[in-house]
Every structure is written in structure tokens, then in C-alpha cells.
């Protein structure tokens, strides 16, 4: 509404930020940004994008944005439709282009975007980029886990491979509506699997393929797949991962518990194992080699309405049991591919690499369905991005000339404590637009990605988003404004994002708070699969009548947004509220500390004390010196306040697997529960966890 448009802060803000003259010396105050060492606050500090970056991007300026948000927000229906007229639709959507109800006050939550317009989304990722004339171009460039070893498939090539195994899902009864798991590592395969299953209406659930037997199993029991979809093996560093034998336990464990499984396609993926060695169960197993080929390259397509599930897909499971997420097809497509385009200034002459597992809400929206949507050329990496060695990265941006490179703050970390000479040795000429996902990324960490990775010349785009929303909700777009490192910067079209307080009421200006959203977007998730009370309970009774993200949240004077971390990892420290991002960025700013994590312990006398895990650069040594200049960086640079009580160290943190740190886990290590470490089942590595156990009193 055009109320909620005058006193929203963040456009007043900008605003004022869009008198700044475009063209007043960008170079010297860019330099002046990232040179600078301590000034005041994170906040001030502002990078500015090359005028001609801005030129060339779809958003050029402040203005345009501004416009084109008020838009998105005074009228919804009509900015949407106009995106999602891009698309085929055989039928267009009813003459309502949107409900919702976000209020559980008024009864049930419900969102629908689009209802009654019929498509399909494959045929938008294929047959409409086909039709367009762009079937020779490259859709996907594969590099697998071995330097050398790669492949590649056309627009025409992906979707004869992907009608192939439509034809064979629907050959052994996978009809719409069915659920067909998938477990598979980043092999072209995967994307196909995605596909298939969305030209034919059936729903995927994509498991990552790094779970246990027993997470497999869980998810399999909760959504009662026709077909499991996986391969014998794969390579991952220096590594061989049994996915099949994995498979197997699952499957047992799930017939065990009345769920039996008739078919198990498997993917003989022969640089890792060969099918002679693998385990079979006749009747069920079958290779896909055998069956998928033989089938016919077109397959007619099932056109399903905009509200017909699209895929269910389990949280990261960083703060608890992992919730299977429920997304739906038309609002999905839509809003996936048009912040692909914004978010990372799309072109089609970019070419772009996303290094996250289709196994995440990342790998379904920003390396299969977003890309594809635009026509764009994707490369898909098998491979781990330390091997063979922290080099392997910028090998690939050069070898496919990566124009759009997007990571997860853990992996900017990881190589910025390997040193600048694994990325100094290539090229990177290729590298336009860096983008950052999962975790706020640390200021420190920001400035080494831009200087170094970027050479200073290519946006960031930290984009703040969650498995539940689907897409990008605020995030910089490339050239429109200038950054600050570590702020996530303003909000995409149509999302109204606001920060209340406890009470549940609507903080304005300056503040800290919880991160709400006031009404739906088109990608928005509609319930948890099977379970829409705890749907309700869990995102939409803490604040009534608002979407509650789970995250804290701060707005700076100059109307930015910066996201604190889970509302739960908040310490009040002598009623100082201290969000756990804060403290870690300015530990991690410390030249000898590669990683940082830092959660709350009861105090007697502050009510709550700073605890902090700390991983230090390869082959620093712990020391009492090392434990005082680390907090006295923490005093400097935030308050005596946010001084850590006490420095954990830490070898290497507990994560799940796909990179965050699981904070739980670490409240239980510093307030000694140790027998009471809860679900565990998403680390990555469990032994992380024995190892800071043995460090307690150190
Ligand atoms: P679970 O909900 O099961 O605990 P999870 O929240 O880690 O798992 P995801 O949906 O993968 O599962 O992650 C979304 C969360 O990741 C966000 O709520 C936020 O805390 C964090 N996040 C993602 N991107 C950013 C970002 N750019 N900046 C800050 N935080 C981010
Ligand atoms: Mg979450």
C-alpha cells in the first residue's frame, strides 16, 4: 500500500543517497573505502561501483531502483504479471493474480500466485530458450571432481537427455503429483533428474548427497517416493563416497519401517567405481545406463497449474530437526528467474558458476532453475573447491571464463586463509559480479573477496534469503548503489521486508530487531510438506500477521540491512544485545584467526557472557598473547562490552553440510552440557565436535 511506501525508511534512504552526483570522483572514494584501515563503523565505509559497471546494468542508479520498487510495492499484481508474462503460459493465470493470508489471526495462512495459469516449468527452462533460436548454446558447462575431466550439454542436448528420463519415470508409473527422491552428487545427471521430473508434474526431493542412511531414510519414509534416483559412487577431493551402499541401508531402513521402495535407478558413474563392484539388489536396482537411453528423445509435456507443488526440499537443519519445505511451480519460476536477472545484472554473453549442491535451496533455484529460465550458460562442478588444491576455483573461472561467480561466506574464509597466491596465479580477467550466500559474510572476509578475488572491480552480491523464500530477498543488485561490506543492502522488488520488536510492533528508522516480511511474494514457500500447523506455528504465530524469517536484523541510519544471525544466537550481555555476527566479523578481522563462531553462556553477574570459538590460520600457534590481542581487537573495534569472556580454540568448527556453523552445538560445548548435543545428524564432520571437546579446558 502507498502508506507503508512513504514511511518505509529504506526508501527514503535511498533516496537521499540518489542525490549523490553519479559521477563525483567514484575511483578516490573507492580506494579511499578499501584502503582505509579502522574508520568509526563498518557502516561508513561505502564501496562504489565503477560508473561504467553502473552504465551497462540493468539497474543503472538509485533512481531506477527506487522507481521500480514503489512500483513492485503499490501495485503487486501488475508488476508481477508483467514479469511473468515473459514466460509460456498455455493458459493464463485467473483474474485474481494473487491471495494471501498472512495473518493466522484471520484463519488459515495461505498464499497463491497465479492460480489457475497453466505451464510447465521445464518447458520454460528448454523447449522456450529452443524456440528462441538459443538451442546451441552451451546450458551446461560440467567440470568433474578430476582436473581434465569435464563436458558439456547444449539447450537441444539437455532436453533430449531430459526427455529420455521422463519418458522412463513415466514408463515405470511416476504420474504428477508422485514424489521421486533424488541422491545424487553434482554430475549433469542431477539438473536432468530436476527436469525430468518437472516436465512430468512429478515432485522432486532432492536429498543431499553427503546425508547418512539414516537422513535419506527420514526423508524418504516422510514423502513416500515412487523411484529413488542415485548413482554407485563418486569422487569428491581425494575421496570415494559410496552413495549406493548408502542407498541401500536407506532403503532397508525405510521397508523396515513399512515404506518398502520398488525401483532404485542407479547412475553408473564409472570414474569412481564400476557397476561389477557395486552392490545389487535384483528387481529393484536398475542402471540407468540400461533403460534411460533407450528411450525416446521428445516427451509431450504435463502442464500443471501455477499452484501444483513444483518440489519439496528440507531446511539446512542449522538450528534443529530440518522442515521439508513445500514450493510450488508458476510464482517459483517467476521470481527465481527475475532475481537470477536482477541480482546478478544477468547478460547472455555471462557465463556462470553457483559452486553450491543442487542438494540446497541454492542449487534448485540459482544453479538449475534460475540459470536456465534466462537462457544463461552454467557450470556445474562435481568436484570439492580445495582440490587438488585452493587454486581450483580460479582454474575453473578461467578455463569457462566465469563472468558470475556466487559462493557461501565459508569458502571465501577458507581460501582466504590458504593466501592470495592461490588466486593471484590465475587470470580471473573473465570474473564481472561475486556473490555470497548462507551466512553473513564478515567484513574482512568481504574486503578480501572484492580486493583480491575481484581485483576491486566486480559488485558483490551478498544476497540474504532462506530455503523457505524460495529466492533472493534482500540483496545488492550490481551497479545500482553503492555497498558496504556486510550488509546485505536493500530488498528485491515486491519484498516488503520490516524489524519488530519483542511485542511483535513494527520498528521504523534506525534499529535492531526481529526480520518479518508483511506480505507474500511469488516464490514464498506454502506450507511444510504434511504439516501445515507447524507451518503456521513455526514462521507465522511469533508476530502475527507477519512472515517471522528466524533471523535478527539491524537497519543502519542510511537505511541498509545488515542480518545479525538466528534471533536465538542473540547475547544480552548487561542488556547490551549483541548479535553473534558482529563479534565473530570482528574476531575474523584479526590477521591470525581464520574462523570464528560465538554464542552466549549464562553469567552471574552479566546475565550472559560472550563465548567464542576461534580456528586460527594454518600453522599459528595458541598463546596467551594471541588470546588478549584477539579480545582486545573485540574491544576496539565494537566495546569493552562485547569483550569475549573466554577464547575456545577451535581446529575446526561443527557445520552442516553445506557450510554453516551450528551454533546449538557450540551453546551446549560452552555451557559443558556435553551429553546433551541434540540431533547431529547434519555435520558434516561429527569428529569436529570430539575435537572441541578435548580442547574445553585449554
Ligand atoms: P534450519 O532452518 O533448518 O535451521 P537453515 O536456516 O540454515 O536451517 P537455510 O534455509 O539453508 O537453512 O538457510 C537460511 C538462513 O541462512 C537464513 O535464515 C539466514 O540465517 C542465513 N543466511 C542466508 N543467506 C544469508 C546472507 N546473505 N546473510 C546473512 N545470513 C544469511
Ligand atoms: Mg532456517
Same mark, same amino acid.
Request: hydrophobic share 35%; glycine share 8%; aromatic share 12%.
Given at each position: 500500500?502507498?502508506?507503508?511506501?512513504?514511511?518505509?525508511?529504506?526508501?527514503?534512504?535511498?533516496?537521499?543517497?540518489?542525490?549523490?552526483?553519479?559521477?563525483?570522483?567514484?575511483?578516490?572514494?573507492?580506494?579511499?573505502?578499501?584502503?582505509g584501515?579502522?574508520?568509526?563503523?563498518?557502516?561508513?565505509?561505502?564501496v562504489?561501483?565503477?560508473?561504467?559497471?553502473?552504465?551497462?546494468?540493468?539497474?543503472?542508479?538509485?533512481?531506477?531502483?527506487?522507481?521500480?520498487?514503489?512500483?513492485?510495492?503499490?501495485?503487486?499484481?501488475?508488476?508481477?504479471?508483467?514479469?511473468?508474462?515473459?514466460?509460456?503460459?498455455?493458459?493464463?493465470?485467473?483474474?485474481?493474480?494473487?491471495?494471501?493470508n498472512?495473518?493466522?489471526?484471520?484463519?488459515?495462512?495461505?498464499i497463491?500466485?497465479?492460480?489457475?495459469?497453466?505451464?510447465?516449468?521445464?518447458?520454460?527452462?528448454?523447449?522456450?530458450?529452443?524456440?528462441?533460436?538459443?538451442?546451441?548454446?552451451?546450458?551446461?558447462?560440467?567440470e568433474?571432481?578430476?582436473?581434465?575431466?569435464?563436458?558439456t550439454?547444449?539447450?537441444k542436448?539437455?532436453?533430449?537427455?531430459?526427455?529420455?528420463?521422463a519418458?522412463?519415470?513415466?514408463?515405470?508409473?511416476?504420474?504428477?503429483?508422485?514424489?521421486?527422491?533424488?541422491?545424487?552428487?553434482?554430475?549433469?545427471?542431477?539438473?536432468?533428474?530436476?527436469?525430468?521430473c518437472?516436465?512430468?508434474?512429478?515432485?522432486?526431493?532432492?536429498?543431499?548427497?553427503?546425508?547418512?542412511?539414516?537422513?535419506?531414510a527420514?526423508?524418504?519414509?516422510?514423502?513416500?517416493?515412487k523411484?529413488?534416483?542415485?548413482?554407485?559412487?563418486?569422487?569428491?577431493?581425494?575421496?570415494?563416497?559410496?552413495?549406493?551402499?548408502?542407498?541401500?541401508?536407506?532403503?532397508?531402513?525405510?521397508?523396515?519401517?513399512?515404506?518398502?521402495?520398488?525401483?532404485?535407478?542407479?547412475?553408473?558413474?564409472?570414474?569412481?567405481?564400476k557397476?561389477?563392484?557395486?552392490?545389487?539388489?535384483?528387481?529393484?536396482?536398475?542402471?540407468?545406463?540400461?533403460?534411460?537411453?533407450?528411450?525416446?528423445?521428445?516427451?509431450?509435456?504435463?502442464?500443471?497449474?501455477?499452484?501444483?507443488?513444483?518440489?519439496?526440499?528440507?531446511?539446512?537443519?542449522?538450528?534443529?530437526?530440518?522442515?521439508?519445505?513445500?514450493?510450488?511451480?508458476g510464482?517459483?519460476?517467476?521470481?527465481?528467474?527475475?532475481?537470477?536477472?536482477?541480482?546478478?545484472?544477468?547478460?547472455?554473453?555471462?557465463?556462470y558458476w553457483?559452486?553450491?549442491?543442487?542438494?540446497?535451496?541454492?542449487?534448485?533455484?540459482?544453479?538449475?532453475?534460475?540459470?536456465?529460465?534466462?537462457?544463461?550458460?552454467?557450470?556445474?562442478?562435481?568436484?570439492?573447491?580445495?582440490?587438488?588444491?585452493?587454486?581450483?576455483?580460479?582454474?575453473?573461472?578461467?578455463?569457462?571464463?566465469?563472468?558470475?561467480f556466487?559462493?557461501?561466506?565459508?569458502?571465501?574464509?577458507?581460501?582466504?586463509?590458504?593466501?592470495?597466491?592461490?588466486? #593471484? &596465479?590465475y587470470?580471473?580477467?573473465?570474473?564481472?559480479?561475486? *556473490?555470497? =550466500?548462507?551466512?553473513? +559474510? %564478515?567484513? @574482512?572476509?568481504? !574486503?578480501?573477496?572484492?580486493?583480491?578475488?575481484?581485483?576491486?572491480?566486480?559488485?558483490?552480491?551478498?544476497?540474504?534469503?532462506?530455503?523457505?523464500?524460495?529466492?533472493?530477498?534482500?540483496?545488492?543488485?550490481?551497479?545500482?548503489?553503492?555497498?558496504?561490506?556486510?550488509?546485505?543492502?536493500?530488498?528485491?522488488?515486491?519484498?516488503?521486508?520490516?524489524?519488530?520488536?519483542?511485542?511483535?510492533?513494527?520498528?521504523?528508522?534506525?534499529?535492531?530487531?526481529?526480520?518479518?516480511?508483511?506480505?507474500?511474494?511469488?516464490?514464498?514457500?506454502?506450507?511444510?510438506?504434511?504439516?501445515?500447523?507447524?507451518?503456521?506455528?513455526?514462521?507465522?504465530?511469533?508476530?502475527?500477521?507477519?512472515?517471522?524469517?528466524?533471523?535478527?536484523? #539491524? &537497519?543502519d541510519?542510511?537505511?541498509?540491512?545488515?542480518?545479525? *544471525?538466528? =534471533?536465538?544466537?542473540? +547475547? %544480552?550481555? @548487561?542488556?547490551? !544485545?549483541?548479535?553473534?555476527?558482529?563479534?565473530?566479523?570482528?574476531?575474523?578481522?584479526?590477521?591470525?584467526?581464520?574462523?570464528?563462531?560465538?554464542v552466549?553462556?549464562?553469567?552471574?553477574?552479566?546475565?550472559?557472557?560472550?563465548y567464542?570459538?576461534?580456528?586460527?590460520v594454518?600453522?599459528?600457534?595458541?598463546?596467551?598473547?594471541l588470546r588478549?590481542?584477539?579480545?582486545?581487537?573485540?574491544?576496539?573495534?565494537?566495546?569493552?562490552f562485547?569483550?569475549?569472556?573466554?577464547?575456545?580454540?577451535?581446529?575446526?568448527?561443527?557445520?552442516?553440510?553445506?557450510?554453516?556453523?551450528?551454533?546449538?552445538?557450540?551453546?551446549?560445548?560452552?555451557s559443558?552440557?556435553l551429553?546433551?548435543?541434540?540431533?547431529?545428524?547434519?555435520?558434516?564432520?561429527?569428529?569436529?565436535?570430539?575435537?572441541?571437546?578435548?580442547?574445553?579446558?585449554?
Amino acid at each position: 500500500s502507498t502508506t507503508t511506501l512513504k514511511t518505509s525508511d529504506h526508501l527514503r534512504h535511498v533516496e537521499s543517497m540518489s542525490t549523490l552526483p553519479s559521477g563525483a570522483g567514484p575511483i578516490s572514494r573507492l580506494n579511499a573505502v578499501i584502503l582505509g584501515e579502522s574508520l568509526a563503523s563498518e557502516e561508513d565505509h561505502l564501496v562504489f561501483p565503477s560508473e561504467a559497471f553502473s552504465m551497462q546494468a540493468h539497474v543503472p542508479s538509485p533512481q531506477k531502483y527506487l522507481e521500480t520498487y514503489a512500483r513492485s510495492i503499490e501495485d503487486p499484481a501488475g508488476f508481477w504479471s508483467e514479469m511473468a508474462s515473459g514466460f509460456f503460459w498455455k493458459e493464463r493465470w485467473g483474474p485474481q493474480v494473487y491471495a494471501e493470508n498472512l495473518d493466522i489471526r484471520k484463519g488459515k495462512i495461505n498464499i497463491e500466485w497465479f492460480k489457475g495459469g497453466i505451464t510447465n516449468l521445464c518447458y520454460n527452462c528448454l523447449d522456450r530458450i529452443i524456440e528462441s533460436g538459443d538451442g546451441d548454446k552451451i546450458a551446461i558447462f560440467w567440470e568433474g571432481n578430476e582436473p581434465g575431466f569435464d563436458g558439456t550439454l547444449t539447450y537441444k542436448q539437455l532436453l533430449a537427455r531430459v526427455c529420455q528420463l521422463a519418458n522412463w519415470l513415466k514408463d515405470v508409473g511416476v504420474r504428477k503429483g508422485d514424489a521421486v527422491v533424488i541422491y545424487l552428487p553434482m554430475l549433469m545427471e542431477l539438473p536432468i533428474s530436476m527436469l525430468a521430473c518437472s516436465r512430468i508434474g512429478a515432485v522432486h526431493s532432492v536429498v543431499f548427497a553427503g546425508f547418512s542412511a539414516e537422513s535419506l531414510a527420514q526423508r524418504i519414509m516422510d514423502c513416500k517416493p515412487k523411484v529413488v534416483i542415485t548413482c554407485n559412487a563418486v569422487r569428491r577431493g581425494s575421496k570415494i563416497i559410496y552413495l549406493k551402499d548408502i542407498v541401500d541401508a536407506a532403503l532397508a531402513e525405510s521397508a523396515r519401517n513399512g515404506n518398502p521402495l520398488d525401483v532404485c535407478l542407479t547412475y553408473e558413474n564409472e570414474s569412481a567405481m564400476k557397476r561389477e563392484s557395486t552392490k545389487w539388489q535384483e528387481g529393484r536396482d536398475i542402471w540407468w545406463q540400461d533403460v534411460v537411453p533407450k528411450h525416446p528423445t521428445t516427451c509431450a509435456v504435463e502442464w500443471v497449474d501455477a499452484e501444483d507443488p513444483l518440489f519439496l526440499l528440507y531446511t539446512s537443519g542449522s538450528t534443529g530437526k530440518p522442515k521439508g519445505v513445500l514450493h510450488t511451480t508458476g510464482g517459483y519460476m517467476v521470481y527465481t528467474a527475475t532475481t537470477f536477472k536482477y541480482a546478478f545484472d544477468y547478460k547472455p554473453s555471462d557465463v556462470y558458476w553457483c559452486t553450491a549442491d543442487c542438494g540446497w535451496i541454492t542449487g534448485h533455484s540459482y544453479v538449475t532453475y534460475g540459470p536456465l529460465l534466462n537462457g544463461a550458460t552454467a557450470v556445474v562442478f562435481e568436484g570439492a573447491p580445495n582440490y587438488p588444491d585452493a587454486g581450483r576455483c580460479w582454474d575453473i573461472v578461467d578455463k569457462f571464463k566465469v563472468s558470475i561467480f556466487y559462493t557461501a561466506p565459508t569458502l571465501v574464509r577458507s581460501l582466504m586463509r590458504e593466501g592470495d597466491q592461490y588466486v #593471484t &596465479r590465475y587470470s580471473r580477467k573473465s570474473l564481472r559480479v561475486l *556473490g555470497s =550466500v548462507g551466512e553473513p +559474510i %564478515n567484513p @574482512s572476509a568481504w !574486503r578480501w573477496y572484492f580486493n583480491v578475488v575481484g581485483e576491486s572491480r566486480c559488485p558483490i552480491s551478498d544476497t540474504w534469503w532462506q530455503t523457505e523464500t524460495g529466492g533472493f530477498m534482500i540483496t545488492p543488485l550490481p551497479g545500482a548503489w553503492p555497498q558496504k561490506p556486510g550488509s546485505a543492502t536493500f530488498p528485491f522488488f515486491g519484498v516488503q521486508p520490516v524489524i519488530v520488536d519483542e511485542k511483535g510492533a513494527e520498528i521504523e528508522g534506525e534499529c535492531s530487531g526481529y526480520l518479518c516480511v508483511k506480505s507474500s511474494w511469488p516464490s514464498a514457500f506454502r506450507t511444510l510438506y504434511g504439516d501445515h500447523e507447524r507451518y503456521e506455528a513455526t514462521y507465522f504465530s511469533a508476530f502475527p500477521g507477519y512472515y517471522f524469517t528466524g533471523d535478527g536484523c #539491524t &537497519r543502519d541510519k542510511d537505511g541498509y540491512y545488515w542480518l545479525t *544471525g538466528r =534471533v536465538d544466537d542473540v +547475547i %544480552n550481555v @548487561s542488556g547490551h !544485545r549483541i548479535g553473534t555476527a558482529e563479534v565473530e566479523s570482528a574476531l575474523v578481522s584479526h590477521p591470525q584467526c581464520a574462523e570464528a563462531a560465538v554464542v552466549g553462556v549464562e553469567h552471574e553477574v552479566k546475565g550472559q557472557g560472550i563465548y567464542a570459538f576461534v580456528t586460527l590460520v594454518e600453522s599459528v600457534l595458541y598463546s596467551e598473547d594471541l588470546r588478549r590481542s584477539l579480545i582486545l581487537t573485540v574491544r576496539n573495534q565494537i566495546g569493552a562490552f562485547a569483550a569475549p569472556d573466554k577464547i575456545h580454540w577451535a581446529p575446526g568448527l561443527p557445520k552442516t553440510r553445506s557450510g554453516k556453523i551450528m551454533r546449538r552445538i557450540l551453546r551446549k560445548i560452552a555451557s559443558r552440557q556435553l551429553d546433551e548435543l541434540g540431533d547431529t545428524s547434519t555435520l558434516a564432520d561429527p569428529s569436529v565436535v570430539d575435537e572441541l571437546i578435548k580442547l574445553v579446558d585449554c
